[in-house]
């Protein structure tokens, strides 16, 4: 079956460090790989989309990186903020439909 | 981007009774999907909304526990049907608003629904 992995743990960070989010997924064959934010009792917040043919792309302190072959895609937060703290979860699409498959997401706090 | 609006925000509800959620979006998108967040897990789609058409739903979900309505490209609503404790969930509404242009989606607030 289809499965989207997260870490389950929070990552716990202090401020100015790098955190580093794993997503890793097995039988898919994705078309392109996206990140999103969620905070407490809201909708989560579109970041970052990286197609398969992409290896990595960077927004502001942002960056993804996305490898077929080991079927992971890894979530950078550079020079972390305590305002970074928040769930984060990926999500694949297999098809140009829309229809996301999200992982359970991974809680960020990012201490001061 | 597009701003996306859910009612109620929040409702606490008797078992058996219905509960409909309004979605509506302040420009005319193309797609729009229906997802639910069960207390501490991620999101799981539970249909797309085709307006002018009956909507297309996921595995695990049907029409009649979960009806919706899309009767133009700015508004949709997911009833919850005969609800029982087991339907506490956040749903969330989700907008993709320029197949061709971004592939990426814009959420509600979501709802937050609880059975009791």
Redesign the interface.
């Known amino acids: 079956s289809q499965k989207i992995e997260q870490n389950s743990e929070a990552l716990n960070i202090q401020e100015g460090k790098t955190a580093t989010l794993t997503c890793n997924y097995t039988n898919y064959s994705p078309a392109?790989l996206?990140w999103y934010r969620q905070d407490p009792?809201?909708?989560?917040?579109?970041l970052l989309?990286i197609r398969e043919n992409e290896k990595e792309k960077r927004k502001e302190r942002l960056k993804v990186t996305f490898d077929t072959t080991l079927k992971q895609s890894l979530f950078h937060i550079t020079a972390s903020q305590p305002a970074d703290s928040a769930t984060y979860?990926c999500a694949l699409?297999t098809d140009?439909?829309?229809?996301?498959?999200?992982?359970?997401?991974t809680q960020v706090v990012v201490t001061p | 981007s597009a701003v996306?609006s859910q009612k109620p925000s929040r409702d606490i509800c008797q078992r058996g009774t219905s509960l409909t959620i309004q979605c509506q979006v302040d420009s005319q998108v193309t797609?729009m999907?229906w997802y639910r967040q069960q207390p501490g897990?991620?999101?799981?789609?539970i249909a797309?909304a085709n307006q002018g058409s009956e909507a297309t739903y996921?595995s695990g979900f049907v029409i009649d526990k979960f009806p919706i309505s899309r009767p133009n490209l700015t508004f949709s609503t997911l009833t919850v049907s005969n609800m029982s404790p087991e339907d506490s969930s956040i749903y969330?509404c989700?907008v993709?608003w320029d197949?061709g242009r971004s592939?990426?989606?814009?959420?509600?607030?979501?709802t937050?629904l609880l059975v009791l």
């Open positions: 392109y996206q009792g809201r909708g989560p917040v579109f989309l979860l699409t140009s439909w829309g229809k996301l498959q999200f992982g359970a997401g | 996306i797609m999907f897990q991620s999101l799981t789609l797309t996921e969330l989700s993709e197949r592939e990426t989606q814009y959420f509600g607030p979501g937050r």
